[in-house]
């Protein structure tokens, strides 16, 4: 069984700073894909940041500069690094995986979200 679970989410003023973890277990495959979402609501859901297996990373427009993913291997979990936040990036945030060597559109495995609210 795969599962993940997000965690350090939380209530702050605009441009403060939060770290998200996603603890997995039962992902072990060696090539992967994690990637970083958020839905706020009546908005879709966006694709933030994505981590690949072999250190590439991408980022969505809207955090570059401000968001960093992260991966600790040892610990088997993904990180993400937010700082300068803003009201806009309040939002469910939601840690995703898929044992794919290349990163996909539709990741196989989900968290249940951790809630960021970022006040004014």
């Known amino acids: 069984q795969v599962q993940l679970v997000e965690s350090g989410g939380g209530s702050v003023q605009a441009g403060g700073s939060l770290r998200l973890s996603c603890a997995t277990s039962?992902?072990?495959?060696?090539?992967?894909?994690m990637a970083w979402f958020r839905q706020a609501p009546g908005k879709e859901r966006e694709r933030l940041a994505r981590y690949h297996y072999t250190g590439k990373i991408a980022y969505a427009d809207s955090v570059k500069g401000r968001f960093t993913i992260s991966r600790d291997n040892a610990k088997n979990a993904l990180y993400l690094e937010m700082n300068s936040l803003k009201p806009e990036d309040t939002a469910m945030y939601y840690c995703?995986?898929?044992?794919?060597?290349?990163?996909?559109?539709?990741?196989?495995?989900w968290g249940p979200g951790t809630q960021v609210t970022v006040s004014s």
């Open positions: 995703a995986a898929d044992p794919l060597p290349y990163c996909p559109t539709d990741y196989q495995y």
């Open positions: 039962g992902f072990t495959s060696r090539t992967y894909c």
